[in-house]
């Protein structure tokens, strides 16, 4: 079975663009749930998603944003990026819940 | 929001030795898991253990919510136990990573 798939895996941008970044769940899990990791700030929670529907939402501003399609892939959106937004983002899939859960192996994004 | 401490934020080992890894947490919580991030960055589910004791060879876990702590045991280490061991707790949708446990584990 595939595992979580992240894309693209680097990443690099200027202030103000925007980015999209992908994330392929294990095939079956309806489950997807993005966080931000940074030497300062550590692992950070972002949003989670269940069946196309946003469940729960960390403590980000709005140009923080995310969907899931019905296929249950998933794709999040920084708008008017700033350089403190240089960060790895995972992604993690899992049948529902916490329980089980796998992640990707992450979208290193540089911002400059 | 709640609060989450680790200990040590630093260990290093001889392969072979077995350690104790703490996270304290500073309110009820609806679920605990433990999660080990490899050196290349790759985060791995190791237990769901919201109370209770589990084992999965030579790692164990447990979690006393009544007191707001686990643990996570490694026995026999290995060097491909090295890495970042973060607890991770949910309270309602609150979803909150502890600074984590980084290990080293020395041939």
């Known amino acids: 079975k595939a595992g979580v798939t992240q894309t693209p895996r680097y990443l690099i941008k200027t202030r103000g663009q925007q980015v999209t970044l992908s994330c392929s769940p294990i095939s079956g899990h309806r489950s997807v749930s993005w966080y931000q990791q940074t030497p300062g700030q550590g692992l950070q929670f972002l949003f989670e998603y269940f069946s196309e529907t946003q469940r729960n939402k960390g403590n980000f501003p709005g140009r923080f944003s995310g969907r899931q399609f019905s296929n249950s892939r998933s794709e999040m959106n920084v708008s008017t990026l700033e350089l403190g937004d240089s960060a790895l983002y995972l992604c993690?899939?899992?049948?529902?819940?916490?329980?089980?859960?796998?992640f990707g192996p992450g979208t290193r994004l540089t911002v400059l | 929001g709640i609060q989450v401490e680790q200990s040590p934020p630093d260990l290093i080992l001889q392969e072979g030795a077995n350690s104790t890894l703490r996270c304290n947490f500073s309110?009820?919580?609806?679920?605990l898991q433990w999660f080990h991030q490899n050196p290349w960055g790759q985060l791995i589910n190791l237990f769901y253990i919201p109370s209770g004791t589990k084992q999965n060879g030579r790692l164990s876990a447990t979690t006393v919510a009544t007191e707001r702590y686990s643990l996570l045991y490694i026995s026999s280490s290995q060097t491909t136990d090295s890495g970042v061991y973060f607890c991770v707790l949910r309270r309602g949708q609150n979803f909150v990573f502890g600074p984590g446990t980084r290990l080293s584990v020395l041939p």
């Open positions: 309110d009820s919580v609806n679920n």
């Open positions: 993690a899939s899992s049948l529902e819940g916490d329980r089980g859960k796998y």
